[in-house]
């Protein structure tokens, strides 16, 4: 179980290895906190 503000930086990390556009890092973000919100 990870904190949200792990999870975000875990995100940034990786997209910024991986050379991500910031779209699909916003939309990876929306998505885990859509399931966090159920």
């Known amino acids: 179980e990870y904190s949200r503000a792990q999870v975000i930086s875990l995100i940034n990390l990786v997209s910024v290895m991986k050379g991500w556009r910031r779209k699909t890092r916003v939309d990876l973000i929306d998505r ?7």
Not at 32 to 38: A, F, L, M, T, V
Request: proline share 0%; aromatic share 0%.
């Open 32 to 38: 885990i906190e859509g399931q966090e919100g159920r």
